[in-house]
């Protein structure tokens, strides 16, 4: 089951916040060592001991698409609705994912797929744009299948050959239209950074 929420309830806090602590340092940089969720700053910076509770606090003010089954918290997806993104000097109004992690279990099977066909049918005429790095290349395969197209690079932002890329899909109904993703086209991967920035 596919939930969208305007913020993080009560039933699903938990088992977001859980899956967020396991999946701290699957990230580039990890996410215990970011301010949080809007950070521009992505050099690489030793993580802290707690884990990623301030980077939780932040995100969870935000709004959620959540994949459930059974009341378990299979994966989510965090998002600024009609946030202002500037990129390499354009500002573009758009539904920012900030965040999506999917449990090792589910991974590979075209559940990050459906968070986005969701989010994107839930909000019609609303651009969707993401950013993560560009060795996350199942994250970015599944991005241009889905009809997202690179907006922005910033060269070795994340370390030597480590890019920060931007990626945006427009609104409109042939962008909507998206094809499907079969869950064998995707490999085993880590999740999808991808944090809000302005």
């Known amino acids: 089951m596919i939930v969208l929420t305007d913020r993080l309830t009560k039933e699903y ?3 977001v916040k859980a899956l967020l602590f396991a999946a ?3 990230f580039v940089p990890p996410l215990s060592a970011r ?3 809007t950070q521009t700053e992505l050099e ?3 993580a ?3 884990g990623p509770e301030r980077y939780f606090r932040m995100m969870e003010a935000q709004s959620f698409v959540i994949a459930a089954e059974d009341g378990q918290v299979q994966g989510f997806m965090s998002y600024i609705p009609d946030r202002e993104l500037e990129l390499d000097g354009r500002s573009l ?3 920012y994912v900030s965040t999506i992690v999917v449990s090792p279990g589910q991974r590979g099977r075209g559940l ?3 968070m986005y066909r969701a989010l994107i049918a839930a909000r019609p005429g609303k651009r969707t744009a993401t950013r993560t790095w560009s060795e996350n290349r199942a994250h970015l395969h599944l991005l241009r299948r889905l009809g997202f197209e690179l907006a922005y690079r910033i060269p070795d932002d994340r370390g030597p050959g480590v890019d920060t890329v931007y990626y945006v899909h427009e609104a409109g109904p042939a962008r ?3 094809q499907e993703v079969c869950p064998e086209d995707l490999p085993q991967s880590r999740p999808a950074d991808i944090i809000g920035q302005a």
Do not use: H, K, L, V
């Open 13 to 15: 806090r938990e088992g």
């Open 24 to 26: 701290d340092r699957e």
């Open 35 to 37: 301010s949080g969720t």
């Open 44 to 46: 690489q910076a030793p």
């Open 48 to 50: 802290q001991e707690s």
């Open 93 to 95: 109004i758009c539904d």
């Open 112 to 114: 990050t797929g459906r």
């Open 176 to 178: 909507n239209n998206a």
